[in-house]
């Protein structure tokens, strides 16, 4: 992520972490409809620490699930930390495992007359059909966690910061519907763009590319500015942080409401590509038909109803959509997504 503290994460790859449930509240809520029926996958979660399979969990009832599964990677260093689960290996010394739950239905079964978390947790503590350990790793590329991936209908997780490319190559690979957390300058990535054009893969409702923070296992460090502690528990201070999706929202269908008018002194055109630099986005001219850079904040706000996008001004050579650098009287901006209105 767009800090020190994150690219040493990285770097090491020090991927754990953990989102908070109100984010997810937050995001999910607009997704509801989409969810009745299905197979939800979270094959980035720990099921007794991630928030995405708790969510699931605590509303299977309520979304109407076929099923819920959650596989855990065997590194990760909070697993167990509240059920431990530990194999033996030919030393004789205790190692962590990697594990799935699959969850077909949540009733009453520990007869308190609700049906919630802790009927879950019976579950998984005591029905030997829904936990279960993997014989591999537990990696999202490992075959058991493919087979799962090929059952799901939607996945959503955060998964590892420095596996996004990899891993959203996966989901397109077998064309699988998702919510995921991931980076807005992934925007940018050359193995990325090509899906937000070909409007395969767009950004969700709730972040706006600002801060969020996320928890990290107690390992991770941190300082005051790189994050904070809350009654023990970490928590690392993430910038930029969006949700991709490819599933419809409301959001996604409201148009941006264009009021400025064009002239050749406020907008002039880049150096490098036939297009008129628009600095904000809500200084989109409403009275010019070709092509303009604006920020990639505008995609937070695009309607494929309302605008087609061109391309993008980034490096020039990334990808066959990258079509030059964004140089505007001799000085290179930030990157400019190419839009057109429709």
């Not at 990285?10 to 997810?24: R, S, V």
């Amino acid at each position: 992520m767009a800090n020190k503290n994150l690219n040493a994460a990285k770097e090491a790859k020090k991927d754990e972490f953990y989102t908070q449930l109100a984010d997810i509240e937050n995001e999910l809520k607009h997704y509801r409809q989409h969810f009745r029926g299905k197979v939800i996958l979270c094959n980035c979660d720990d099921p007794y620490e991630s928030n995405f399979f708790k969510y699931f969990a605590n509303n299977f009832n309520a979304f109407g699930l076929k099923k819920l599964i959650a596989t855990c990677y065997n590194g990760s260093p909070i697993t167990g930390q509240e059920l431990p689960l530990f194999a033996i290996d030919e030393e004789g010394n205790e190692k962590k495992v990697a594990y799935k739950v699959e969850i077909s239905e949540v009733t009453d079964v520990n007869g308190d007359g609700r049906v919630d978390l802790a009927d879950v947790r019976y579950l998984i503590q005591n029905d030997k059909n829904v936990l279960s350990t993997l014989k591999e790793n537990g990696d999202f590329r490992s075959r058991e966690c493919i087979e799962l991936l090929k059952e799901a209908d939607i996945v959503v997780t955060n998964p590892p910061f420095s596996l996004f490319r990899e891993y959203v190559a996966q989901l397109m690979k077998y064309e699988k519907k998702f919510i995921i957390i991931g980076n807005q300058n992934a925007l940018k990535y050359k193995e990325i763009f090509p899906y937000i054009i070909q409007n395969r893969m767009w950004l969700g409702v709730s972040m706006d590319g600002r801060n969020h923070y996320f928890r990290v296992p107690d390992t991770y460090p941190l300082t005051e500015k790189t994050g904070k502690v809350i009654e023990g528990i970490k928590y690392a201070f993430v910038k930029s942080v969006v949700w991709f999706t490819n599933l419809d929202n409301k959001k996604r269908n409201e148009e941006i409401i264009l009021f400025r008018t064009y002239t050749p002194d406020d907008y002039p055109k880049y150096d490098s590509y036939n297009a008129i630099n628009v600095d904000r986005v809500e200084n989109i001219p409403v009275n010019y038909d070709g092509v303009m850079g604006v920020p990639i904040t505008f995609l937070h706000k695009y309607n494929p109803k309302q605008f087609e996008i061109v391309g993008v001004l980034n490096h020039g050579c990334d990808n066959i959509y990258d079509l030059a650098k964004p140089i505007l009287n001799g000085k290179e901006l930030y990157t400019r997504i190419l839009i057109k209105k429709k």
